[in-house]
């Protein structure tokens, strides 16, 4: 157990609806990443928030947004939904805010399903 | 065009045998780490490189990271069926705005 938590475990939806995942980090951890899992793209990071702040932006699309409450957990928004976008999403946190200097710590993910 | 390319993308062995996964890149790192992911389960960190040519040796795991900071290496030793898993290398260039980018990855089976 990593101390991360997710929620939903898994999300089955239609196409053009929108999602919201949940994201808790490890206590004590201020930042935030979300990044998304798919068989021909891989891990792809998608964001990352630190302390409430966003710090880097990566493959995110603009139908996705996300962002970190005062109490530090996060949520990332899916909207207009299209096949493509179903994958597993996870969410890491980490004490610091540069992610090659401090461990990421992984959720077990969300399995996202767009039918 | 990913930004860490790894190689072999698939590979099975028989246990005991010796393997070397590669992720290379032509963009220059701060520092590289190297992951393992089981299956249903998120990416689980086994070691960072910060220094070209660093030798990093975890039980029968080895890492190095290239002179020039543009490459690493694991080498793992008589492979057992627990390490089966996906590896990932990743880590944020120098001049990738902070972002962070995981390698594509290779899925390694070990067959007892």
């Known amino acids: 157990d990593s101390g991360v938590t997710q929620t939903p475990k898994h999300l089955i939806t239609a196409t053009g609806q929108r999602v919201t995942l949940r994201c808790s980090p490890r206590s004590g951890d201020l930042s935030v990443y979300w990044y998304q899992q798919s068989l021909d793209q891989g891990l792809q990071f998608l964001i990352q928030?630190?302390?409430?702040?966003?710090?880097a932006k990566g493959n995110i699309l603009e139908r996705f947004s996300a962002q970190q409450f005062p109490d530090l957990h996060s949520e990332l928004n899916l909207s207009s939904l299209e096949l493509g976008d179903s994958a597993l999403y996870f969410c890491a946190s980490s004490v610091g805010g540069a992610p090659s200097s401090y461990e990421q710590y992984f959720g077990p993910g969300t399995r996202l399903t767009v039918t | 065009t990913q930004l860490l390319e790894q190689s072999p993308q698939f590979l099975s062995i028989q246990e005991g045998e010796n393997l070397t996964v590669y992720c290379n890149s032509s963009?220059?790192?701060?520092?590289l780490q190297w992951y393992r992911q089981e299956p249903g389960e998120g990416p689980v960190l086994l070691v960072t490189v910060v220094t070209g040519g660093e030798v990093k040796k975890l039980k029968r795991l080895t890492f190095q990271f290239g002179d020039a900071r543009k490459d690493s290496s694991l080498h793992i030793t008589a492979a057992q069926p627990g390490d089966t898993g996906l590896y990932l290398c990743?880590?944020?260039?120098?001049?990738?705005?902070?972002?962070?980018?995981f390698g594509t990855g290779t899925s390694l089976t070990v067959i007892p």
């Open positions: 990743a880590g944020d260039g120098l001049n990738t705005g902070n972002q962070f980018y």
């Open positions: 963009s220059v790192f701060s520092s």
């Open positions: 928030y630190y302390n409430g702040e966003e710090r």
